[in-house]
């Protein structure tokens, strides 16, 4: 459509292929920046142009397989089930861990402390049963949702990049976190490798020792007992 344009078409032409390189540029800023962050976190001696450079023949060499005459079949793969259903599981373990092991009630506490602001039952609401609720909802959508026909192959390299890149994870980051924990039992060592650490809270010391301090009497004040399910309703609307 471009090229028959009656009105400089070579010149939109370029326009259009150049309106694609500065989207993809701008798509892949905040990936890239997010990878060399945590590679600087974890590693500040590592230089940023080689962070950088790593990155970029790391993401070129996995585009190189896009460009092959089965790329478009392998993009709709890895966008299906290392994307889509990568993110939703995650943001559900996120949802899971936020609301209900952290407990919605500790972190009004923690607004209680920083702002002085008792949280409504609304935001309660939302953020201990309507978000984790909608969130799995989409994720059993996506399960049931007829995926594009591929081969068998292709299906078969999906999931195995999901569990990959979610399942292996959390079980070999879940099992290295709770065997660092000094407790001899193993029901022990999860309850702790669950519990926020010792340092957790404020930076300043004067605040950390008054936020330490509420913290306890909001422990004393939580009744424990019951089982699971009357300890996450406590979490969540105490």
């Known amino acids: 459509a471009i ?6 078409p070579n010149f939109f032409a370029v326009m259009f292929f150049l309106m694609f390189v500065v989207l993809g540029l701008g798509s892949n800023m905040g990936v890239v920046q997010a990878i060399m962050t945590s590679i600087r976190d974890r590693y500040p001696q590592v ?4 962070a950088v450079l790593a990155i970029a023949i790391a993401g070129f060499s996995c585009g190189l397989v896009y460009l092959t005459p089965a790329g478009l079949h392998v993009l709709g793969v890895v966008e ?3 994307v889509t259903f990568a993110s939703l599981t995650l943001v559900i373990l996120e949802a899971v861990t936020f609301c209900w092991i952290y407990g919605v009630n500790r972190i009004c506490q923690d607004i209680k402390f920083m702002l002085n602001i008792e949280t409504g039952l609304f935001w309660r609401v939302c953020w201990g049963l309507l978000t984790p609720a909608i969130i799995i909802g989409v994720f059993m959508l996506q399960i049931f949702k007829d995926a594009d026909e591929v081969p068998v192959g292709y299906t078969v390299f999906g999931w195995c990049l999901y569990g990959f890149t979610v399942v292996l994870q959390m ?3 879940g099992a290295y976190a709770t065997s660092k924990q000094p407790e001899k039992q ?4 999860v309850r702790s490798a669950s519990r926020p650490t010792e ?7 004067a605040f950390k020792r008054d936020y330490d301090a509420a913290m306890q009497r909001y422990g004393e004040s939580f009744n424990n ?4 399910v009357r300890r996450t309703f406590r979490r969540i609307f105490k």
């Open 171 to 173: 079980i070999g980051w």
């Open 199 to 205: 340092d957790w809270g404020p930076e300043s010391t």
């Open 80 to 82: 299906y089930y290392g």
């Open 3 to 8: 090229a028959k344009m009656d009105f400089i």
């Open 225 to 228: 007992s019951g089982n699971i």
């Open 47 to 50: 230089q940023t142009w080689k």
């Open 186 to 189: 193993l029901l022990d060592k």
